[in-house]
């Protein structure tokens, strides 16, 4: 499975940005598509998911109301949409993938294959 991220870059606050990650290789209905993100001198965190079958949705307590994860099966692409973005939000966001009940959908130690990660810079 290989992933690519786009759409990262500088918004300032309150702004939007739709990240996309386009999806490669194997990638079974059951799989669950995560998005992390990675602050400087911070753990990567848990943002949100989705279920590649069904839709199902997870997101982290910080976005929740202001991001959405959306997937289209037919383009083998899920995508982030991230509204009234704060500061806080600044950070490198990754793509990542895993199989469907192999651990719970907010740790990122659950999944193998990840993106090269896409900057998002929120100004004040």
């Known amino acids: 499975v290989q992933l690519v991220e786009s759409g990262g870059g500088l918004v300032q606050a309150g702004g939007s940005l739709r990240l996309s990650c386009s999806a490669s290789?194997?990638?079974?209905?059951?799989?669950?598509m995560g998005w992390f993100r990675q602050a400087p001198g911070k753990e990567r965190e848990f943002v949100a998911a989705?279920?590649?079958?069904?839709?199902?949705?997870f997101y982290a307590d910080s976005v929740t109301g202001r991001f959405t994860a959306s997937g289209d099966r037919a383009k083998n692409a899920v995508s982030l949409q991230m509204n009234s973005l704060k500061p806080e939000d600044t950070a490198v966001y990754f793509c990542?993938?895993?199989?469907?009940?192999?651990?719970?959908?907010?740790?990122?130690?659950?999944?193998?294959?990840w993106g090269q990660g896409t900057q998002v810079t929120v100004s004040s």
């Open positions: 990542a993938a895993k199989a469907g009940g192999a651990g719970v959908v907010g740790s990122p130690t659950n999944y193998p294959y």
């Open positions: 290789g194997s990638i079974f209905s059951s799989y669950v």
């Open positions: 989705i279920v590649w079958s069904g839709g199902t949705t």
